[in-house]
């Protein structure tokens, strides 16, 4: 019987396996990217004035600074812009004609303010990262990843806001003991940070974020969902 030469089976090439590994880690990097893109608009939403003078007014801060709700939505416009924008001095004079906030309060401020610029940077490289790996992948495939995101930010919030109704005190507390370990967070309610913005007025904060992600989360999903229905019935139709 004549010899019948055998092709040895094809070994996956050194590159195959890297090559799959990037694509399952892009099918989660991506929807993780768009979730906290969103979240991060989510929270700069909520900074504008006209949000927030609100709902300082709805918290009471002018009656526990005893001053007027306008001198109120100046002292908070004056923070938040050193929040957002700097120095970072937070020198600015009080309702008394002192110093508005104490050296605590002052380091507690700039310690929120490197954390709230830490997450706003966060947002935006993983915008530009879900950016990158959608032109680098096909266009259905990235809207299903894009979806998928944005079911991922209401999911979570909703377990948050699960966790909020029934326990708001603990896990607002759990919060500053994870992101401030220096414990500098901790004021009397004779203080002015705690007056000017008390705890009712971090539960409104919250609950308007909140709804600001979901609805994000649930726009971006219809959104990705349908124009990706639409590009494969157009595929089809070819």
Do not use: K
């Not at 009471?60 to 908070?76: D, F, M, P």
């Not at 700039?110 to 992948?137: E, N, P, V």
């Amino acid at each position: 019987m004549p010899h019948v030469a055998t092709i040895p089976a094809a070994r996956p090439t050194a590159g195959a396996r890297p090559h799959t590994r990037r694509l399952s880690l892009s099918g989660v990097i991506a929807p993780l990217a768009t979730a906290v893109t969103l979240l991060g608009i989510a929270v700069a939403l909520v900074l504008p004035p006209i949000l927030l003078h609100p709902l300082l007014d709805a918290a009471g801060s002018h009656l526990l600074l005893g001053i007027s709700t306008a001198e109120a939505h100046r002292l908070s416009d004056l923070t938040v812009t050193e929040l957002v924008f700097g120095p970072g001095s937070f020198a600015f004079t009080g309702p008394s004609g002192g110093p508005m906030f104490d050296a605590a309060e002052i380091a507690h401020l700039r310690d929120a303010r490197t954390l709230l610029w830490m997450f706003l940077t966060a947002a935006a490289l993983s915008g530009l990262a879900a950016i990158m790996l959608a032109i680098r992948t096909d266009a259905r495939l990235a809207l299903i990843r894009v979806a998928r995101g944005g079911a991922v930010l209401v999911l979570g919030v909703a377990v948050l806001g699960l966790v909020a109704l029934i326990a708001f005190g603990p896990a607002f507390e759990a919060f500053h003991v994870i992101f401030f370990p220096g414990g500098n967070w901790a004021f009397s309610a004779t203080q002015r940070l705690v007056q000017l913005y008390p705890f009712a007025f971090w539960q409104l904060v919250s609950g308007l974020v909140a709804i600001f992600a979901a609805s994000l989360g649930l726009a971006t999903w219809f959104t990705a969902r349908r124009l990706g229905r639409r590009l494969g019935s157009a595929v089809a139709a070819d």
